[in-house]
Structure formats: structure tokens, C-alpha cells
């Protein structure tokens, strides 16, 4: 799975990191965390935040990770930047439907 980039109600522009890019027998396997950064506007790659590293960056806002999806999630805010609880929310519910919709995926 590749970064993808959502947009809150609060116009927070943001990219999602997924943790992994697994594949087994040529399908994709879901992964259970994503990491979070500011998305920046000047020209920055989705390519670049895998390059990067996550504690150097400052734009990175922590991971979500899914215990049990739809139902258990953590964050963990070891970002310079930190998500408010709405907003943390919203990102949750986005990702939830990205997960949930396999045609969203960019393989």
C-alpha cells in the first residue's frame, strides 16, 4: 500500500504512511499501522516520507495503530506535531474507510 493523502473538515491536509507493503500469494495484505505527517505543499513526493526518518521529521505527527479494527486503536504521539482529539478522530474514520475500500488502493 502507498501514502495517501486526506483532507480533514478543518482543512488539515495530512499524508498517510502505511507501515508495510506486504503481498501474499499477489494479494495485499492490510497493515495495522500508519504513520501520520503534515502534508507539505512544495513539491514534496509521497516517495520522500518513506525515505526520511520519522524523529527527524517535522512533520510528522505519530502513528495510529489498529488493535482491532473498528473497535481498539492507539496513538502514539512521538512526532514534533501532535493531533488534537477530533482531529485524531477524523483520521481514524478516514483510514477505517480507506481500509475498507480496496479500490482506494494504489498497488
Known amino acids: ?5 486526506l483532507t480533514l473538515t478543518n482543512e488539515l491536509r495530512l499524508t498517510i504512511q502505511p507501515e508495510s507493503d506486504a ?4 494479494h495485499p495484505v492490510l497493515t495495522y499501522t500508519y504513520s501520520i505527517f503534515y ?4 513539491g514534496i513526493e509521497d ?5 526520511q ?10 502513528t495510529v495503530s489498529y488493535k482491532q479494527p473498528g473497535n481498539l486503536f492507539t496513538y502514539t504521539e512521538d512526532g514534533k506535531r501532535h493531533l488534537s482529539a477530533m482531529e485524531l478522530e477524523e483520521v481514524i474514520e478516514k483510514i477505517s474507510l480507506y481500509r475498507n475500500t480496496p479500490r482506494m488502493w494504489k498497488l
Do not use: R
Not at 503481498?23 to 499477489?26: K, R, V
Not at 502534508?39 to 512544495?42: F, T, Y
Not at 520519522?54 to 510528522?60: R, T
Open 23 to 26: 503481498h501474499a500469494n499477489g
Open 1 to 5: 500500500m502507498k501514502p495517501f493523502n
Open 53 to 62: 526518518n520519522k524523529a527527524n521529521n517535522p512533520d510528522y505527527c505519530g
Open 39 to 42: 502534508w507539505k505543499l512544495l
Open 47 to 51: 516517495t520522500d516520507l518513506t525515505q
